[in-house]
Nanobody, 111 residues
Framework: QVQLAESGGGLVQAGGSLRLSCTVS???????PVWWYRQVPGKQRELVA????????NYADSVKGRFTISRDVAWKTVYLQMDFLKPGDTAVYYC?????WGQGTQVTVSS
């Protein structure tokens, strides 16, 4: 069974950086794009960035110029490099591909 696992979350000061990873097991991402979402309690899940197997990427306006999504050569891991973090980036970050979601990783940015 295909499973997604996120890692790399944590606590960081405003202006700092974190790199999240989403790794697939039990299969591959296949032909599907991989999406990063984030969610704050009480709010809808928000799309952050996406990447295709060909490396085409898209970003939410709120993170453009600060976040970078990338993939490994094997198409088994997708990264989200987050720089110049703001307190407003605090959320649980989820990886999504096809019908699968990861369990999420908490990112907390202190002011």
């Amino acid at each position: 069974q295909v499973q997604l696992a996120e890692s790399g979350g944590g606590l960081v000061q405003a202006g700092g950086s974190l790199r999240l990873s989403c790794t697939v097991s039990g299969g591959s991402f296949g032909a599907y794009p991989v999406w990063w979402y984030r969610q704050v309690p009480g709010k809808q899940r928000e799309l952050v960035a996406s990447i295709t197997k060909y490396g085409d990427s898209n970003y939410a306006d709120s993170v453009k110029g600060r976040f970078t999504i990338s993939r490994d050569v094997a198409w088994k891991t997708v990264y989200l490099q987050m720089d110049f973090l703001k307190p407003g980036d605090t959320a649980v970050y989820y990886c999504h591909c096809g019908a699968e979601w990861g369990q999420g990783t908490q990112v907390t940015v202190s002011s």
